[in-house]
């Protein structure tokens, strides 16, 4: 049957004098108390206890009331569905299927669909309470001879959030108090939900990433806390986008950003059920695997996420197949550490580093010999750092000469560490550890000056030398704002042409960054500063950038040079190499040159340059004295008698 929007109430008019205003004057006192007792408990209401505090508001408004039935239901608009929060007393549905009343749809009865945006009170009785609704209110609460009822809406932002409903299996006659108490229940539960939902939306910020939802870096200490605590096994993933700065450098941060969104998307793909993903921050994430008794499960799992990772995926119009790195760590259960979450955070740190490190898309468990390692390194640093602060390093020098005549052309400044237990240690052993940590600038500016130092006490002893510095440069140096003040300083300082000094910057430090050192090495030539590509030949795509690199000297990576007389394929290399600086006015010089066969070679090629154990090792200044004072090379004498 039809329902009007609002049926007829049947509500009591109030008397002004008599037994009957006193009864009603005693109702509205005991409203009144009821609706302060529901502000105070709605009050002390948290998140937790939301649906604790919903029931003991229905169960509280239907005794009060004295009904037999009292709902709270909720509308969810989006499936057209009303949707059953709390109700008094307790129902058992023990029939088969869902509940009947759990979820209804709006359009499953007339009375249901006065619920979907009532935005008043509304009342039912028999005589317009259709069937359907009583027989679905009959297999809750059997033998119900008739159905009086009435219902508040919960309005929140011009929506009906849902209703409050009451039902008498007996005759009912409402008071205007009555309805006005329901009206103040429903207000006052509206404003709860209100102020849960943003309690529960702050709490939600503040524990998730706003750009891919994942739990971010709190969350993910918080649960590792949680399930450390119960001494289960579980497993830490830490992932690290390979080369994600070309992503932003390139394509920019929205396509930057489009690309974490697909990996928090793949993330949440590969866990399982009881797994957490989480994104630590930039291009960190974390999947935290729970159950973990072998490091292969780990293994397994995280070799499964590279391979959905580097599915390629349509970015703004770019298609991209991206890797990732992976560090893996397991916990340690009778671990004493006071923080062991970040114990294991920090091994899987060290381990996806180690993933980097071997070449990327890759993972990589964390073991003893990881740690080991690790320990090595962070004792280089302390260490490092020590030594520079305490006139720990030395400079050597490698001459490079004439292939033809001997005679000495330059040398090339090299770094050393006096180790008080190990030596002296070659910086092959300690470089990288200082570009991580950024050690390696303070390095790089010492062995600048002690360099040019050098250079000027030489020119004292030997003035007709004209011998040019070569100093090695890192590309982080070039990062520095003041690299060109404090080049031309130390140039004044001890009066230093700028012609006597090579810059000498790797081929793959050209390749990962050859704008930025392009610019700089720019401003260095224009000063007048030579510029020389170090181990030229190992990285080929190189040879395309040797247009936009200001460049004079290209050094011929030994690897190559040891290998002229007898590989074809490196002779080969050599070869075009040096056809190609002939083209482009460039200057080769051999690297690595041990033998008189192999500098013959080179010469023959058309290589005129050469450094090498054949002319002389690293040697600290003083062992140079002969060689400077006789202006070559006994070797380049011995060489020359081979001809």
């Known amino acids: 049957m039809d329902v009007p929007d609002h049926a007829t109430p049947e509500v009591m008019t109030t008397p002004t004098h008599g037994p009957a205003a006193a009864t009603l004057a005693g109702q509205r006192h005991r409203l009144d108390e009821m609706i302060a007792q529901i502000a105070v408990r709605l009050m002390s209401a948290t998140p937790n206890t939301r649906d604790e505090t919903l029931t003991w508001i229905v169960r509280t408004l239907g005794e009060r009331l004295e009904s037999d039935v009292a709902i709270l239901r909720r509308n969810d608009h989006d499936r057209a569905l009303t949707v059953m929060v709390a109700e008094w007393p307790p129902r058992v549905y023990d029939g088969e299927g869902p509940d009947p009343l759990g979820e209804v749809p709006f359009d499953s ?10 935005s008043g009170p509304y009342f039912m009785g028999t005589e317009d309470t259709s069937d359907n609704y009583l027989s679905l ?42 309805l006005h108490a329901l009206e103040a229940a429903a207000s006052m539960i509206v404003q709860l939900i209100a102020r849960l939902d943003a309690e529960v939306q702050i ?87 729970d159950n973990i008794t072998d490091p292969s499960q780990a293994y397994s799992i995280a070799e499964r996420i590279l391979s959905l990772i580097s599915t390629p995926a349509d970015l703004a119009g770019q298609v991209l197949s991206h890797t990732a790195s992976i560090g893996i760590a397991l916990s340690r259960p009778n671990t004493t550490s006071p923080t062991p979450a970040l114990d294991l955070l920090g ?34 640093e302390l260490s490092l750092a020590e030594a520079i602060e305490n006139n720990g390093l030395r400079l050597y020098f490698q001459p490079e000469v004439d292939i033809e005549t001997g005679d000495l052309l330059a040398v090339e400044a090299l770094v050393r560490w006096e180790h008080p237990v190990r030596g002296t240690v070659n910086a092959a052993e300690f470089i990288s550890v200082a570009e991580e940590t950024g050690l390696i600038t303070r390095i790089g500016r010492w062995v600048f000056e002690q360099a040019c130092a050098q250079l000027s006490t030489w020119d004292e002893s030997y003035p007709d030398n004209g ?38 910057i790797t081929e793959h430090a050209v390749l990962e960054s050859s704008t930025h050192v392009s610019d700089s090495l720019t401003k260095l030539r224009e000063i007048g500063l030579a510029v020389a590509i170090d181990d030229f030949g190992t990285g080929f795509a190189s040879m395309t950038e040797l247009k936009n690199i200001p460049t004079d000297f290209l050094k011929l990576d030994m690897s190559f040079v ?53 002319y002389s090792k690293p040697a600290p200044p003083s062992d140079l004295d002969t060689m400077l004072s006789l202006g070559r090379s006994p070797s380049g004498l011995l060489h020359l008698e081979v001809q």
């Open 467 to 504: 011998l040019v510095m070569r100093v090695n440069m890192s590309p982080v140096d070039f990062r520095s704002p003041d690299l060109l003040d404090f080049i031309k300083g130390c140039l004044a300082l001890y009066s230093v042409p700028p012609s006597r000094v090579c810059i000498e």
């Open 562 to 614: 040891q290998g002229i007389t007898t590989s074809r394929y490196d002779r080969a290399i050599v070869s075009s190499i040096i056809t190609l600086a002939d083209a482009l006015d460039l200057q080769v010089i051999g690297e690595g040159v041990e033998s008189a066969d192999v500098a013959a070679e080179l010469l023959s090629l058309g290589c005129t340059r050469a450094q090498g154990y054949l």
């Open 203 to 289: 709490i939600h910020n503040a524990n998730h990433d706003q750009l891919t939802t994942l739990p971010n870096r709190r969350a993910l200490i918080d649960e590792l806390e949680r399930r450390l605590s119960t001494k289960s096994s579980i497993a830490l993933l830490m992932l690290d986008v390979d080369r994600f700065k070309v992503v932003n450098d390139y394509l920019g941060h929205a396509t930057g950003d489009q690309l974490l969104c697909v990996i928090a998307d793949r993330l949440r793909v590969a866990a399982r059920d009881h797994d957490f993903p989480a994104r630590l921050g930039g291009d960190e994430f974390v999947l935290l695997l």
């Open 109 to 118: 009865d007339p009375i249901w669909a006065v619920m979907e945006n009532q």
């Open 347 to 380: 091994r899987a740190d060290v381990a996806m580093y180690a993933a980097k490190a071997r070449g990327r898309n890759q993972a990589v468990i964390y073991d003893d010999a990881l740690h080991d390692s690790v320990t090595e390194r962070s004792h280089i």
């Open 137 to 178: 209110v009959e297999s809750g609460f059997s033998d119900v001879p008739q159905v009086v009822g009435a219902s508040v809406p919960l309005l929140r932002d011009n929506k009906t959030w849902g209703i409050l409903a009451f039902l008498h299996f007996t005759h009912h006659a409402w008071t205007s108090d009555e």
